[in-house]
């Protein structure tokens, strides 16, 4: 006798039972389900339990019904090709986000292009064809692949960036200038016991160099004095002074050579990081971050798959607000 809990619903804890035993090969492809009945006695829960639960691994593309003859297991698993810039935290919270809110009749590819378009078109061209649905992360924030051509449009769905024509493409993005110069309004009452706001993006940093122009744009609207640090590493941490950063080494580089001058974080200077991961709610006494939620850009990537319907959206920029400010 199977006990069912409290963390979900018996209808979602049947369903996830019969899908684990289809994964274990109890019940094979075309091959018919225990009936209703015989469910409804052996789990102990109701007609309307059992078929809701066929009705949810039906929707999941698990099981399919023939009028008169029952539920049976079907086999579709589809492929999906997904291809990201690069690993980082949040990138890791995106694909188990991703995978997750798929059934096990999805089966995921994860691929890396580290920002260089010939591992970019080498990936992406052997690809095309193989797959069932396309998920990709672009080189370049302005230029647009012309492989993306030779993709169904309604399989291929574009992850996080991309300033250039997409309008007959599903996107998922972030959006560099106004959600950031609008990020950088909302904290801007604790922006006021500084004397400057610092934004380091190296030189051969791949964040959209959009953001520059609205970080300049906010500092003049509200008359901050301001600098762009392009070099690869901050020299001297200044009191009185807000860094804003892209890396995770970047903030760990700053707080050590801070604590080497003696300066506290969110005390003598100020510390905003871009894209939120859990080591910043723990180092120092927490580090603000500007970020979208990674963990909602895989649940709608996946609703992507799982509905078929076209998606453009920009995804808000969140501040998580820390003691670093």
């Known amino acids: 006798m199977v006990s069912f809990g409290q963390q979900s619903t018996k209808v979602k804890q049947l369903s996830d039972i019969i899908e684990q035993d289809i994964m274990i090969g109890k019940y094979k492809t075309d091959e018919s389900l225990p009936s209703i009945n015989y469910l409804s006695k052996q789990y102990n829960v109701s007609r309307d339990t059992v078929f809701k639960a066929f009705l949810d ?39 188990n986000s991703f995978v997750k809110n798929l059934s096990v009749s999805y089966k995921v590819d994860l691929w890396f292009h580290q920002y260089n378009e010939h591992i970019f078109n080498t990936i992406l061209h052997e690809a095309i064809g193989r797959y069932n649905y396309y998920v990709v992360m672009n080189f370049d924030n302005e230029k647009f692949s012309p492989l993306f051509n030779r993709i169904n449009p309604s399989r291929l769905l574009l992850l996080d960036f991309g300033k250039f024509e997409k309008d007959n493409y599903s996107f998922l993005c972030q959006n560099f200038d106004k959600s950031f110069y609008e990020a950088l309004s909302k904290l801007t009452n604790n922006f006021k016991k500084y004397r400057k706001i610092v934004f380091h993006i190296p030189t051969n940093s791949k964040h959209p160099r959009v953001s520059v122009d609205s970080f300049r744009k906010y500092c003049y609207d509200n008359d901050i004095v301001s600098e762009v640090i392009s070099d690869e590493d901050i020299d001297e941490i200044e009191e009185k002074t807000v860094y804003i950063v892209i890396r995770q080494t970047d903030v760990v580089s700053i707080i050590k050579r801070s604590r080497e001058k003696g300066l506290k974080c969110g005390r003598d200077f100020g510390l905003v990081a871009y894209n939120d991961t859990p080591a910043y709610e723990v180092i120092d006494d927490g580090i603000t971050a500007l970020s979208i939620d990674w963990n909602e850009m895989g649940k709608k990537a996946a609703r992507f798959i799982l509905d078929g319907k076209t998606v453009q959206e920009y995804l808000p920029t969140e501040i998580h607000l820390r003691n670093s400010i």
């Open 57 to 95: 691994l039906r929707e999941r593309k698990l099981i399919d019904s023939i009028p008169g003859k029952g539920y049976y297991v079907i086999n579709r698993q589809e492929k999906i090709f997904l291809l990201l810039d690069e690993y980082s935290p949040f990138k890791n919270t995106l694909y």
